[in-house]
């Protein structure tokens, strides 16, 4: 059972939808503040790794507040209130007259991504069972893809000379976009939460999830990916123009052909991490991916522009399939090991593992990249990839063993 035979396919569709709007008006900042024209004279580089380490750290201490009281009162509440949050973070980050603001503006923005993260991944775990858990949450992690490659990547084309958008009108087009998908989400999102316990702790809550060794496991597998993730988002702007000769046309292909494939890979990889109820392999599968595309796109780099990456084009989008089984299952996974009562919780706690990551990778990758160059920042990349592969053998496969558990019940009935 799939997104169009759910019950709550008109709730999932406005949902992904909302995402999107904010993820791209996330992420078309973070490209806007890169420019060189920001602020007048553009940030340091130093200044924008503070930017990018500030978010997660306001995220980080928020968090698991807004997860568990989503258990609390609902998720709804939560949600809504997050898409307004983040779009006055866009506007701090358009009218900012100096580097204090700046920063307040990222704390903003990181207190709008706990409130907004939590309440999604727990609204899809409500509206989810284990027979299509996988298939949407790919579908929500299409909708953050769509919202990081179209903001990111139409942030950098507006700013580019070409088209001469100023970071000004940008970040504050971005923040009327958040501010509408907030109206859109009031009208249209219906509470998921069937039961509500206002009594509940929020620190019970959290000692218990907390505690869960299911949960614990996680930590090298997930920990490990989201440093790479915002370590690659922080500084793929300067490695663009620091190694790539690419022009507009070249950015669009290159991102067109990496997006397809991956958007294909979450789709299909979805279907079959549900269909063989195994989540796994598919993680291991789509780090692999992952690695090895990497790998690809650094040894490729240089001053011969796209062609370069053209002579390897078929192994680009196949392994941006490979890595497509990763998302669909990694968050299918956290949703499994999730009591029902907790989800709000669980999802918060898991954005404490994104924090760390988010403060983690761009603190390293800062390191890496200004001392060793594009190779340095290629083998912190491999490094995480390997240890977060390591990190799947110790995860249980939690849907086997339900399957097994269903199964051996089914053989007594029959007996």
Request: hydrophobic share 55%; net charge neutral; with cysteine.
């Amino acid at each position: 059972m799939g997104l169009r035979a759910s019950e709550h396919k008109w709730n999932l569709l406005a949902l992904y939808f909302v995402t999107l709007i904010m993820r791209a008006s996330f992420y078309i900042s973070i490209a806007s503040i890169q420019d060189p024209a920001y602020m007048g004279t553009g940030l340091e580089l130093w200044a924008i790794g503070a930017v990018l380490v500030i978010y997660p750290f306001a995220e980080l201490a928020s968090v698991s507040f807004f997860g568990s009281y989503s258990d609390r009162i609902g998720r709804r509440p939560i949600f809504v209130g997050s898409l307004f949050i983040t779009g006055a973070a866009a506007f701090l980050f358009a009218i900012t007259p100096n580097i204090i603001v700046l920063f307040l503006a990222s704390a903003v923005f990181g207190i709008g991504a706990a409130s907004k993260v939590s309440t999604t991944l727990s609204m899809i775990a409500d509206m989810s069972d284990e027979h299509n858990r996988a298939r949407l949450m790919g579908y929500y992690d299409l909708s953050t893809l769509f919202g990081l490659v179209g903001g990111f990547g139409l942030g950098v084309l507006l700013l580019t000379p070409e088209i001469g958008f100023t970071p000004f009108i940008v970040l504050a087009s971005a923040g009327s976009a958040c501010a509408v998908s907030g109206v859109i989400a009031l009208l249209s999102i219906k509470e998921t939460r069937e039961h509500i316990h206002v009594e509940i702790s929020i620190f019970r809550l959290l000692r218990e999830v907390a505690s869960d060794r299911k949960i614990q496991q996680l930590i090298p597998v997930y920990v490990p990916i989201i440093s790479m993730y915002g370590m690659l988002i922080g500084y793929a702007k300067i490695i663009l123009h620091d190694y790539f000769t690419l022009t507009a046309i070249d950015m669009i292909i290159l991102f067109g052909m990496l997006g397809g494939a991956l958007i294909l890979g979450i789709i299909v990889m979805g279907h079959l991490s549900d269909y063989y109820m195994k989540r796994r392999p598919f993680i291991a599968f789509g780090l692999i991916g992952f690695g090895i595309l990497a790998f690809l796109l650094v040894s490729n780099s240089g001053p011969g522009g796209i062609e370069a990456l053209w002579s390897v084009w078929p192994l680009l989008p196949t392994f941006g399939f490979i890595a497509g089984a990763f998302p669909p299952a990694a968050m299918a996974y956290l949703t499994d090991v999730a009591a029902e009562d907790s989800r709000g919780t669980t999802m918060g706690v898991y954005s404490i593992f994104f924090g760390s990551g988010m403060i983690i990778g761009p603190t390293l990758g800062g390191v890496a990249y200004g001392t060793y160059g594009l190779i340095g920042m290629a083998v912190l990349v491999a490094i995480l990839i390997a240890v977060a592969i390591a990190g799947t053998y110790f995860m249980p496969e939690v849907r086997s063993e339900k399957t097994e558990k269903s199964l051996a019940e089914q053989k007594l009935i029959d007996a």
